[in-house]
């Protein structure tokens, strides 16, 4: 599974603090506890800075990328900062997203022609969050045949049916769960990811709510989630789900995972 770090959000006010102090001390290592811990990626959220934000991203990632052998994330709905990240970007960024929203298209599209990243795709549109699982099917189609046209490869497209909070609406989970089922269906050739954390919101015990979340979409698929990698348990139901749906052969991320310590 890729795992994609979602600790350095500027959601998060200990990130926020260390981005405007520009503490390079607390990024790097934050980053590199997420890199230790298995991400294949570092989300990076600086949309909390506003109007810094494209300074910001100018600042951060050459610093993160100096210090990390995995990429980033670029994660914000600002065409001017993520212009800004991904030309500084070192290497094939990951676009945290895009979607089927005709402004973000139109501002996004030039900046994937152009830089080329991984992109993740948001099964939303002009018309508002999905009600029905083959609506969010409907949209993944449609931008997996614009980005085909633009020459994007099958391989660099994570398709993301939206996890929202069960706290908000009960049936948010099992929406999630069976668009996660069409999407692997009907487009086989492309990837699927979730912001696992997104299905808890408002509710107590987050993260057991998180894991088992976690369990029932890599039954069903799931091939990248943004979630933190530091939270062992979590990282404990990657591993042990991928041993018993037979993806890990030989056990070697299993064993590798409980040979590092987390018995």
Same mark, same amino acid.
């Given at each position: 599974?890729?795992?994609?770090?979602?600790?350095?959000?500027?959601?998060?006010?200990?990130?926020?603090?260390?981005?405007?102090?520009?503490?390079?001390?607390?990024?790097?290592?934050?980053?590199?506890?997420?890199?230790?811990?298995?991400?294949?990626? =570092?989300?990076?959220?600086?949309?909390? !800075? $506003? @109007? &810094? /934000?494209?300074?910001?991203? +100018?600042?951060?990632?050459?610093?993160?990328?100096?210090?990390?052998?995995?990429?980033?994330?670029?994660?914000?709905?600002?065409?001017?900062?993520?212009?800004?990240?991904?030309?500084?970007?070192?290497?094939?960024?990951?676009?945290?997203?895009?979607?089927?929203?005709?402004?973000?298209?139109?501002?996004?599209?030039?900046?994937?022609?152009?830089?080329?990243?991984?992109?993740?795709?948001?099964?939303?549109?002009?018309?508002?969050?999905?009600?029905?699982?083959?609506?969010?099917?409907? =949209?993944?189609?449609?931008?997996?045949? !614009? $980005? @085909? &046209? /633009?020459?994007?490869?099958? +391989?660099?497209?994570?398709?993301?049916?939206?996890?929202?909070?069960?706290?908000?609406?009960?049936?948010?989970?099992?929406?999630?769960?069976?668009?996660?089922?069409?999407?692997?269906?009907?487009?086989?050739?492309?990837?699927?990811?979730?912001?696992?954390?997104?299905?808890?919101?408002?509710?107590?015990?987050?993260?057991?709510?998180?894991?088992?979340?976690?369990?029932?979409?890599?039954?069903?698929?799931?091939?990248?989630?943004?979630?933190?990698?530091?939270?062992?348990?979590?990282?404990?139901?990657?591993?042990?789900?991928?041993? $018993?749906?037979?993806?890990?052969?030989?056990? +070697?991320?299993?064993?590798?995972?409980?040979?590092?310590?987390?018995?």
């Amino acid at each position: 599974m890729i795992i994609v770090g979602e600790r350095l959000n500027s959601s998060r006010r200990s990130v926020l603090k260390a981005l405007n102090r520009k503490d390079k001390k607390y990024l790097i290592d934050q980053a590199k506890r997420q890199e230790k811990a298995g991400a294949s990626y =570092i989300d990076l959220n600086t949309a909390a !800075l $506003l @109007d &810094k /934000e494209v300074q910001t991203l +100018k600042w951060a990632i050459p610093l993160l990328r100096k210090e990390l052998s995995i990429p980033l994330s670029i994660d914000t709905p600002n065409p001017e900062a993520m212009e800004a990240g991904l030309k500084i970007h070192k290497g094939q960024a990951l676009l945290n997203s895009l979607s089927g929203e005709a402004q973000r298209i139109k501002a996004f599209l030039p900046l994937i022609k152009e830089c080329r990243p991984r992109i993740i795709v948001l099964c939303l549109d002009d018309e508002g969050l999905p009600e029905t699982s083959d609506k969010e099917l409907s =949209i993944a189609r449609k931008m997996v045949n !614009l $980005l @085909d &046209k /633009e020459g994007v490869k099958h +391989k660099d497209i994570f398709i993301d049916p939206l996890v929202r909070p069960i706290g908000v609406d009960q049936k948010a989970g099992e929406l999630f769960l069976a668009a996660l089922e069409k999407v692997k269906k009907n487009l086989p050739s492309v990837s699927t990811i979730a912001g696992v954390s997104n299905v808890s919101f408002g509710l107590p015990r987050r993260k057991s709510l998180n894991r088992g979340f976690l369990v029932l979409a890599l039954q069903r698929g799931l091939d990248a989630a943004i979630l933190d990698p530091l939270d062992k348990e979590i990282m404990a139901a990657v591993h042990s789900s991928e041993a $018993l749906l037979g993806k890990d052969p030989s056990l +070697k991320n299993y064993l590798g995972f409980i040979r590092s310590g987390n018995r």
